[in-house]
């Protein structure tokens, strides 16, 4: 005698994600649900029982997506973050004690992510708050030698241009803790510490939370909110799609490329972290504006 299932799908449901470690997902699927930072967040916005004005601790924000690749390995939109976040910075140390030389906003054709602070080469660097190593790295046209660091309150800080880098990776270390010696490495003018704070990889502008003339924070909890903490996004669309790159062919030398698109050698040269005398490849992307 023929017989439907469809009747008993709730018990076998209820019984999987019981024992089985299923989730039970609209009628009554029981395909796993993959766990991305995206079905975390939405399962924080429809649980009424969690209040997103409270902390959330940075193994509920981040899961297990951890990995030493990039900067911003999440990919996380704006609009996917929830509406505001409460996040404890009390317990804050000022990574070194120098005046701000270049603030958090736009440049000539670019966009500045960070704070940056006037040190000497080999000044000490402490971590900002308690938490772990999750890069080190270099970046010969950018941060140089530089460090990310996850903090327990769920912010993560990246600290640029070092010289000499003195923790490890996966290393837990302590607020105040010293992990690296101040340089002038990568893309730099000079000595000075590229200091940048950031919530799922969208970064934050470091001077709306801490106070660096003191060296302290302006409150002990920093609410983040879409319209306040990322107000910069429609100028980072409009500096991106002013970006010109110039494709090199067969002869080409950066005399030539610089002279054809207006530009001085020097200028070209320091927009792409090239010496004046590098030599080019035919189709290789220089960039112009």
């Known amino acids: 005698m023929l017989f439907s299932l469809k009747k008993y799908i709730p018990v076998l449901a209820f019984f999987l994600s019981t024992f089985g470690g299923y989730s039970q997902l609209n009628n009554f699927s029981l395909i796993p649900k993959k766990d991305t930072t995206n079905n975390i967040y939405k399962e924080m916005l429809n649980d009424n029982s969690d209040d997103l004005m409270e902390n959330h601790p940075a193994e509920d ?15 996380i939109p704006i609009d996917s973050l929830p ?5 404890d910075v009390s317990n ?7 005046a701000v030389t270049s603030v958090f906003g736009p ?15 080999g000044d000490s660097v402490v971590c900002a708050f308690s938490g772990k190593i999750r890069i080190i790295n270099y970046e010969g046209r950018g941060y140089g030698n530089y460090i990310v660091v996850r903090h327990d309150n769920g912010l ?39 200091f940048e704070t950031r919530y799922i990889g969208n970064a934050i502008n470091p001077e709306h939370i801490i106070n660096f003339n003191t060296g302290l924070v302006l409150a002990k909890t920093y609410l983040l909110t879409k319209k306040n903490s ?15 790159y110039y494709k090199v062919k067969k002869g080409d030398t950066l005399k030539k490329v610089a002279a054809r698109n207006g530009m001085s050698l020097k200028s070209l040269c320091k927009l792409n972290g090239l010496k004046t005398k590098a030599k080019l490849k035919k189709g290789q992307r220089i960039r112009i504006r």
Do not use: C, M
């Open 61 to 75: 924000i981040y899961n297990d997506i951890w990995t030493s690749d990039h900067v911003n390995p999440y990919k």
């Open 83 to 87: 509406d505001s976040v409460r996040i």
């Open 92 to 98: 804050f140390f000022v990574p070194v004690r120098g």
């Open 107 to 121: 440049r000539r054709y670019r966009f500045h992510y960070g704070t940056d602070l006037r040190l000497k080469v």
């Open 156 to 194: 993560e800080t990246v600290y640029a241009h070092l010289s000499a880098v003195l923790v490890a990776l996966n290393q837990n270390v302590k607020g105040g803790e010293l992990i690296a010696f101040g340089g002038n490495t990568g893309h730099s003018t000079g000595p000075h510490l590229h």
């Open 230 to 244: 990322f107000y910069y996004q429609h100028e980072v669309h409009k500096y991106a799609s002013a970006v010109r």
